[in-house]
């Protein structure tokens, strides 16, 4: 299957500070991305949508302004957690829809541990 | 958004029983997918379905897209201790994906 890779796998920072986590397609073209956050033992819950050459879609709720979303090309798209806090550790994850053969399929990164300090 | 309804919410059984999962939603889909998330990781698809009937295996793994297209089940016959993890299953309108809550499923050897 299509392959979409996630980096790092884990960051570990200080207060206050930015983060930025890669999502690449590595074998397909995505002009959608997706942004995910999990919680221990809960289901993905949506962020906002990475469309390339535009901006992000961001969930009701969620602050584009302290998840910054870039989706510069085809393959690559990045979530910038600004101004970091505790509260913002979690299990970050992206997707990317593939076009083709299958136009529904949803591929998964390996996702991000940030922890905040 | 929304999300499907999953059941079992977990599920605890004997090394090579069969398994059995659902998702159901008040809407109509064109795609069901299936995953699997081992802790730490992201989730791994495991089966897609395209078709309003369709019946698909990988391997051990069997799954539905129902006939009204607003349901899916995943069967896993012969259980391992590896297939312990959380399966979920997700919903493609055209548009959007919307994602069951999950059914942890536990395999004791």
């Known amino acids: 299957g299509a392959v979409v890779s996630q980096h790092p796998s884990r960051v570990i920072c200080k207060s206050g500070t930015s983060v930025k986590i890669e999502c690449r397609s590595l074998?397909?073209?995505?002009?959608?991305m997706f942004w995910y956050r999990q919680f221990p033992k809960k289901s993905l819950m949506l962020m906002a949508t990475?469309?390339?050459?535009?901006?992000?879609?961001?969930e009701q709720g969620v602050e584009k302004d302290k998840f910054l979303i870039n989706h510069a090309s085809l393959t690559l798209s990045t979530l910038t957690v600004t101004s970091a806090h505790p509260e913002d550790s979690s299990f970050y994850i992206c997707?990317?829809?593939?076009?083709?053969?299958?136009?529904?399929?949803?591929?998964f990164g390996e996702g991000s541990r940030l922890t905040v300090l | 958004g929304q999300q499907l309804n999953q059941s079992p919410q977990s599920m605890f059984i004997q090394e090579g029983e069969d398994v059995s999962m659902n998702c159901t939603s008040s809407s109509i889909f064109n795609t069901w997918l299936w995953y699997k998330q081992d802790p730490g990781e992201g989730p791994v698809l495991l089966i897609a379905?395209?078709?309003?009937?369709e019946l698909t295996s990988n391997g051990r793994l069997t799954a539905q897209f129902g006939i009204t297209r607003k349901d899916s089940f995943l069967n896993i016959s012969a259980s391992i201790p590896s297939d312990v993890g959380i399966y979920f299953c997700a919903g493609y309108t055209g548009n959007q994906f919307y994602f069951g809550t999950g059914t942890s499923l536990t395999v004791i050897p």
């Open positions: 990475s469309n390339e050459g535009s901006k992000a879609t961001y």
């Open positions: 074998d397909f073209q995505a002009t959608t």
């Open positions: 379905l395209y078709k309003a009937g």
């Open positions: 997707s990317a829809r593939s076009l083709a053969p299958n136009t529904g399929e949803l591929f």
